[in-house]
């Protein structure tokens, strides 16, 4: 190959001088033919984790629930009582900026499909969103088309969608965040399968739509930065079908609980490629492939276009070759083809086939195992926005209830089914997300994490808040965080000042999870959400799953009954000052996160008393909007000024950590006797009343703060509504 | 003998476990039957057709599930009396087989909407003992298509027969006469949009879904 | 032979869809009188007689694709 | 003067509908060798000029009816 056909070869396939070498060497020879397709699929950042496996690692940790962990499709846990969960968060950034319904869609499928393909029934949803301002370029119409695609897929499938969050800022504008979440279970006897092919002389068989030539090199396109032209470059959408993976979910956990099956794996990124070949290398075992096999939608494929399609709804399974008929006739019923397109080998190599040439012989370990390792250069962390002391003010209630940031997310939860499965007890209107697990009557807990704004301010402190912050709005309802997922959203790994970040936020986050005894079990990476050069906010997405025994008498998340009292639990590590209103974000103070840990735990105890009825964790805009969104209907509260709150400002005063309680005149007592010897302080702040909120004597009507907290997103999206 | 109710499954039904759960909830026994097959009404004191997304929605919702061999036995089962009720899209499947009068369209706010809605009971349909005229009940709805519509003068047809049995006490979703659910004129074939399968337990947020299925199945 | 079956909604029930494409229309500009918004089937018919291929379009149209009750339909020969 | 708007998907783009309506097809012995499923569109535009009706509607379908990205679309004067 002349050097001019190389380079053109490097840019088809995006792999560069060093990647290319080392191929040579692992070969022996430099790689020909489909070759290059394969290593440009699976040595993308989408599929290799190049610049992050190192840091991964840090993730390590495991608790004795832990069945499944980083590695798998999807992590698992042991709730016991015959209960497990799967579950797993995944990004579809760049789809969804190109066409945001279609993205947001395929983004709900593919996770989907993470998780029913170990054997467990999809049983909720949940979805975090990034976007720019209102007045982006095309915003309005990115928020309204992700939203309906995520309600048009998900409502269709049939998996309730429960929670989610929603985030606003002008480092979105050019790249939103579409991030999903999807929890399965499995009940008594529900195997846990694996993607390990096995036993040679069995079949592999794919299932369910066809192949076309939708989003050939998509993964390897994910895996760079947008450029200008990027709007025109694309490559057939993928479309998603939801009714197909309805019947791909109850046909395959069907041949799985049957035990018709020895492994089974969707096609994800890079498509056949990757699921065939993590099988193979996962199992050992060599794989014998016949691409001329492969259904396919649009008759010119060749065998490239094969191997990299990412048409969606699509499985591959291993099966004894005695149980193929049996897992057509499953198939069959629900509505659904199976084929052979290949056999396991004795050997370690795959071998593809077209019609009848073997035109690629290699051992997948060369492609998955042997993928290149950056470790990119990073500075170790310094907090720049850490100040002597506060520099600005806060913002004012009013403000906040109809900014972006504050308004109501009711216009997008409403169009997400959330209940259909019979189980929902907490919708998206709460903090937390509650699923009733079905035979053992308990509650699984869910709740997403990681707030931009503090992201911006630190990204050591964010890394600690994304786990920190969902733990504590779950023990603040009386559930014990288990484990949590992630989806680590940043901008170009080769500055170092993303990379940083990167660092800081992930020993941060594994740091917090250690002290939680919450690990990480499952998560992605999407880097290079750079657009023209310009970078989102780092986002570690999160998500903590938690339990509690009993789905009766979980705390309220709105006062429920007029004259109970109002408690304020503050540990004060942190005050701050966000960046809305143009603000140069700053803190002061220091946390101590083994501290917080140990708080929570008390949190957790406190919200299990009997005379607490209802709690909130205080976040974004601090106490002042956090008191109004436990206002409900008539029930709102009057709450004085105090040591908790010295003047006016301080109600919009932004910290970690604080948690506000109402109930009975006797909690404080309980409360006071819990936080003894903590450092921390418990103070009753007020009292629920009617039709209004009154904050050190300034009285609003509640009703009008009800119209601004609605109308506030119609008026930052006029166009949606 | 336990009473057995027939839960009707077709390809992209996503409501039959909860509505199972429901069944069993009230003690009774519940059986699928699947799309492709037909049944002996006798086995059976009830049919229930759950909502979902049978064929994706596609086309039209409930159009291709309307055509499935098992809805020539619900057919005959609805024509011989047994009490059959459809929610959500099965009311959809129901009207396109022509079971039920009128048709389910498009939300006029384009949207899919799920949230917990007042219903006020109008007329009672010939099984709803459980049920007073005139009470309200408070269930989720879930649909993106549940705007009912009905030409005028089979709207004075249904009205004189008694056949609106259910409304919204705000119209969520543009409906004709704030219209719910409606029944055939013989009374035993009702659909409804909103979900009594969602509301069961207090867990779930509300239990007046045990009504309307207690006078469907006792 | 390829067949198309134009589906609009029946004047008298109120086209969501089309209300809101007026109205974004008239937000830029680009006022219509009306505007309709129904579905269009396209029907690839193992049949090379155009009679008897509308024919069977027809008998397919009125077993599925189109609702009397709230839609009207009209068949076209598709010429390419 | 009433001009159609006929939307399809594109060709080498999944037509979910299409496929499904295909199968149902077939299960009731209607077979056809191939269903697309798209929109109709149907806009009344204040103008008598055939061609300018036409450009006006090529403009509104460019605008906001069609997404290029998986759809084509065709245009037709309604006779009536
Ligand atoms: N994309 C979304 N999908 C589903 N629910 C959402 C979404 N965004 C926000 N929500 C819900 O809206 C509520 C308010 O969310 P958010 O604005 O993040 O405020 P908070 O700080 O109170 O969590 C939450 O209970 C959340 O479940
Ligand atoms: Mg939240």
Redesign the interface.
């Known amino acids: 190959m002349t050097e001019q056909e190389l380079q053109t070869h490097f840019k088809k396939y995006r792999l560069n001088r060093g990647e290319y070498d080392r191929i040579c060497s692992l070969l022996g020879r430099p790689p020909r033919g489909v070759e290059w397709a394969l290593f440009s699929a699976l040595w993308s950042e989408h599929c290799s984790y190049k610049s992050s496996r190192l840091h991964l690692k840090k993730f390590a940790f495991k608790s004795k629930r832990v069945l499944q962990a980083m590695g798998e499709n999807a992590g698992v846990i042991d709730l016991g009582q015959g209960e497990k969960v799967a579950f797993k968060m995944e990004s579809h950034n760049h789809p969804s900026f190109?066409?945001p319904f279609?993205g947001a869609a395929t983004g709900v499928g593919g996770i989907l499909r993470d998780i029913f393909t170990m054997g467990a029934r999809p049983i909720a949803l949940a979805n975090y969103l990034c976007f720019g301002e209102p007045s982006a370029k095309r915003m309005q119409t990115l928020v309204e088309g992700v939203v309906?695609g995520i309600?048009g897929y998900g409502?269709?499938?049939?998996v309730p969608t429960v929670t989610g969050q929603t985030e606003f800022h002008s480092s979105y504008n050019t790249n939103i965040l579409v991030n999903a979440l999807a929890v399965g279970l499995f009940c008594d006897g529900d195997p846990v399968v694996t993607s390990n092919a096995r036993g040679a002389g069995n079949l592999v068989v794919y299932v369910g739509?066809k192949t076309?030539?939708?989003g050939v090199h998509g993964a390897s396109m994910a895996s760079e930065a947008f450029g200008a032209e990027s709007e025109s470059k694309?490559p057939?959408?993928?479309?998603?079908?939801?009714?197909?993976e309805?019947?791909l979910i109850e046909s395959c956990l069907e041949v799985m609980k049957r035990d018709l099956v020895v492994a089974i794996q969707d096609m994800g990124a890079a498509g056949l490629t990757s699921s065939s070949f993590e099988m193979a290398a996962k199992g050992g075992v060599g794989f014998r492939i016949h691409l001329d096999h492969v259904p396919l939608?649009?008759s010119s494929l060749g065998p490239e276009e094969i191997l990299l399609s990412e048409?969606?709804e699509r499985m591959l399974l291993v099966c004894e070759p005695g149980k193929l008929e049996a897992i057509k006739a499953v198939f069959h019923r629900?509505?659904l083809d199976a084929c052979s397109i290949g056999e396991v080998t004795t050997g370690t190599d795959v071998e593809l086939y077209w019609k009848g040439d073997l035109i690629c012989q290699i051992d997948p370990k060369l492609l998955t195992d042997n993928a290149p390792m950056y470790d990119r250069p990073y500075d170790s962390w310094t907090a720049r926005n850490k100040k002597q002391s506060l520099q600005a003010e806060p913002v004012a209630l009013d403000k906040s209830l109809r900014s972006v940031e504050g308004t109501s997310r009711q216009w997008i939860?409403?169009?997400?089914?959330?209940?259909?499965?019979?189980a929902?007890?907490r919708?998206c209107e709460h903090d937390v997300a509650v699923v009733?697990l079905?035979h053992s009557g308990r509650a699984l807990g869910l709740v997403l994490g990681c707030r931009p704004s503090i992201m911006r301010l630190d990204a050591r402190l964010g890394g600690y808040d994304a786990a920190f912050y969902p733990a504590l709005e779950l023990a603040a309802k009386g559930f014990q965080a288990l484990a949590m997922t992630d989806c680590l959203n940043f901008g170009n790994p080769e500055k170092p000042e993303i990379m940083s970040e990167f660092v800081a936020s992930v020993d941060a986050l594994a740091d917090a999870a250690k002290l939680l005894d919450a690990p990480v079990i499952s998560g992605n990476v999407s880097f290079y959400n750079e657009t023209l050069k310009q970078n989102i906010t780092s986002t570690p997405a999160t998500g903590l799953v938690g339990l509690r025994d009993n789905?009766?008498s979980i705390p309220s998340s709105h006062f429920n009954q007029n004259c109970e009292r109002i408690y304020l639990w503050r540990f004060d590590a942190i005050q701050m000052v966000g960046d809305q209103l143009g603000r140069n974000p700053h803190f002061t103070g220091d946390m101590n996160p083994a501290q917080v840990a140990q708080w929570l735990g008390l949190v957790l105890r406190a919200s299990h008393l009997p005379n607490i009825h209802a709690t909130k964790v205080v976040g974004k805009f601090g106490l002042g909007y956090a008191l109004y969104r436990m206002c409900q209907g008539e029930l709102g509260a009057r709450v004085e000024l105090g040591e908790w709150a010295p003047d006016l400002a301080a109600f919009g005063q932004e910290r970690m950590y604080e948690v506000l309680f109402s109930g009975s005149q006797s909690a404080l007592k309980d409360l006071t006797e819990l936080a003894h010897g903590s450092e921390t302080s418990v103070w009753d702040i007020g009292g629920v009343t009617r039709g209004e909120l009154t904050l050190g004597g300034e009285r609003k009507d509640l009703s009008a703060l009800h119209g601004l907290y609605r109308g506030g997103w119609s008026e930052n999206f006029p166009g949606l509504s | 003998m336990k009473k057995t109710v027939g839960i009707l499954r077709f390809l992209g039904t996503n409501c039959d476990r909860d509505v199972w759960q429901s069944v069993e909830a009230l003690g009774l026994e519940a059986q699928w039957l699947w799309f492709e097959d037909q049944f002996r009404c006798e086995d059976f004191t009830a049919f229930i057709v759950p909502g979902g997304f049978s064929y994706g929605d596609y086309l039209r919702c409930g159009a291709l599930a309307a055509k499935a061999p098992v809805m020539s036995s619900l057919r005959e089962a609805a024509a011989k009396g047994y009490p059959v009720l459809g929610i959500c899209n099965g009311f959809q499947i129901l009207t396109e087989a022509g079971l039920l009068p009128g048709a389910l369209v498009r939300n006029e706010s384009r949207k899919f909407i799920d949230k917990w809605v007042e219903l006020k009971i109008a007329n009672l349909a010939g099984w709803a003992t459980a049920l007073r005229s005139g009470e309200t009940l408070r269930l989720p709805v879930a649909h993106g298509e549940g705007r009912f519509y009905v030409e005028d003068d089979e709207l004075k047809r249904m009205h004189d027969q008694g056949q609106v049995w259910m409304t919204y006490v705000e119209n969520i979703n543009g409906s004709v006469e704030a219209i719910a659910g409606v029944s055939n004129r013989s009374k035993n074939v009702c659909g409804m949009m909103p979900h009594p399968e969602r509301a069961m337990f207090s867990w779930m947020g509300g239990e007046d879904g045990r009504s309307v299925l207690n006078s469907l199945l006792r | 032979m390829k067949i198309g079956v134009k589906i609009l909604p029946k004047n008298e029930v109120l086209d969501t869809q089309g209300r809101t494409v007026e109205n974004t229309l008239r937000a830029h500009q680009r006022e219509v009188n009306q505007c309709r918004v129904g579905k269009y089937v396209q029907l690839d018919i193992n049949e090379s007689d155009e009679t008897k291929a509308l024919a069977r379009a027809k008998e397919i149209a009125e077993f599925v694709l189109y609702n009397p009750l709230i839609e009207t339909y009209e068949l076209e020969v598709v010429k390419r």
């Open positions: 190109i066409e279609q309906s309600s409502n269709c499938v049939g739509a076309g030539r939708d694309r057939t959408i993928q479309i998603g079908d939801p009714f197909m309805k019947l939608r649009d048409s969606q629900w509505g939860y409403q169009q997400y089914d959330q209940r259909v499965g019979g929902t007890v919708d009733r079905p789905v009766d």
